[in-house]
């Protein structure tokens, strides 16, 4: 079964314009981590915020986190089109439970031209 | 190129058949995670191995999945008597013992017919 839901599951946005994507999750983390899809690739990783940390940025992302409502948001700012793809929050479950990566449904981000 | 690599990237196979799939991981990396992707969902946790040790497995990976790292480095998956419902992207990632960010290689998509 899958930790988190990604909201909106789909979103299109026009280029230069900020992008938004929500998270929720279930249980207890110690971090939790965005990564990018590219169409039939493998994920790559954009940002690891921790429990303990409620924003951090890295280039034109910026991360939020909130534990006590078990929701995290990823803000991708002057979007481009090369930003087109799919997005998957992950969490790393508290409590010495396994050590796997539990991903959400992701958001499909389309950036027009 | 000192990413993650998995071979085949593609396997069209009949059901009932078996099959083996490879993953090289960062060469200092001694974790290695296999998951599963369907269309349209995010990555489901399969196993993982610390070195040669297979520590968790999943309750996806049925009895018909076998995975191995016999030295420690390059791993395989091989699935007996595969169905239809086989039918998937399987990631490969790996990552320091130290660190929770994983680097996925490129995937084998897997075909039942």
């Known amino acids: 079964s899958q930790q988190g839901e990604e909201d909106p599951q789909a979103l299109s946005i026009q280029e230069g314009e900020n992008a938004t994507m929500n998270c929720s999750y279930k249980?207890?983390?110690?971090?939790l981590q965005w990564y990018r899809q590219n169409s039939g690739r493998g994920l790559v990783h954009l940002i690891l915020?921790?429990?303990?940390?409620r924003e951090k940025h890295s280039g034109r992302l910026r991360v939020t986190l909130d534990t006590s409502k078990k929701s995290s948001s990823l803000l991708i700012t002057a979007s481009r089109a090369a930003d087109t793809a799919s997005y998957f929050c992950?969490?790393?479950?508290?409590?010495?439970?396994?050590?796997?990566?539990?991903f959400g449904k992701g958001t499909h981000l389309i950036i027009q031209p | 190129d000192t990413g993650v690599s998995q071979d085949p990237r593609h396997k069209i196979t009949k059901r009932g058949q078996n099959v083996t799939f490879r993953c090289d991981p960062i060469?200092?990396?001694?974790?290695l995670y296999w998951y599963r992707q369907t269309l349209g969902q995010g990555p489901e946790f399969l196993t993982y191995f610390q070195n040669e040790a297979q520590l968790e497995k999943s309750r996806l990976l049925s009895d018909r999945f076998s995975a191995e790292r016999p030295k420690g480095s390059f791993s395989t998956l091989e699935i007996q008597r595969t169905e239809q419902g086989d039918s998937a992207m399987y990631l490969c990632a790996s990552s320091l013992t130290s660190q929770k960010t994983q680097y996925f290689g490129p995937g084998t998509r897997l075909l039942v017919l």
């Open positions: 060469s200092e990396h001694n974790r």
């Open positions: 915020i921790r429990s303990n940390e």
């Open positions: 992950a969490t790393d479950a508290a409590g010495g439970g396994a050590d796997g990566l539990t």
């Open positions: 249980t207890s983390i110690n971090n």
